[in-house]
Nanobody, 122 residues
Framework: QLQASGGGLVQAGDSLRLSCAFSGRTFSNYVMGWFRQAPGKEREFVSG????????NHADSVKGRFTISRDSAKNTVYLRMNSLKPEDTAVYYC?????????????????WGQGTLVTVSA
């Protein structure tokens, strides 16, 4: 129901745009979030957006570099990642939450897509 794509191998300083397309059900009024999990680390919140798009939230580590947006007509949420760093290397997951605000904990998210790997070389 959630399909993430757009990952790849890039160099430090490059940009990538991840996409999360959803189908099979409506995600109206859902908060959409991006998380990432690096090898040996716990899954962590990256960015989230309310479905109406009026509120967004980003982890401190990506503020100013990553932007989350959504296209309701295409049922897609995007994560634009600029100035990528090697420490951004991880599998990135998109997820949907019924919360009314952008929650940062994984337990708040009900539906998860498969991950897309982002590798940033130094």
């Amino acid at each position: 129901q959630l399909q993430a794509s757009g990952g790849g191998l890039v160099q430090a300083g490059d940009s990538l745009r991840l996409s999360c397309a959803f189908s099979g059900r409506t995600f109206s009024n859902y908060v959409m979030g991006w998380f990432r999990q690096a090898p040996g680390k716990e899954r962590e919140f990256v960015s989230g957006i309310t479905w109406g798009g009026s509120n967004t939230n980003h982890a401190d580590s990506v503020k100013g570099r990553f932007t989350i947006s959504r296209d309701s007509a295409k049922n897609t949420v995007y994560l634009r990642m600029n100035s990528l760093k090697p420490e951004d290397t991880a599998v990135y997951y998109c997820a949907a939450s019924k919360f009314m605000v952008v929650a940062t904990g994984t337990s708040a998210y009900d539906v998860w897509g498969q991950g897309t790997l982002v590798t940033v070389s130094a």
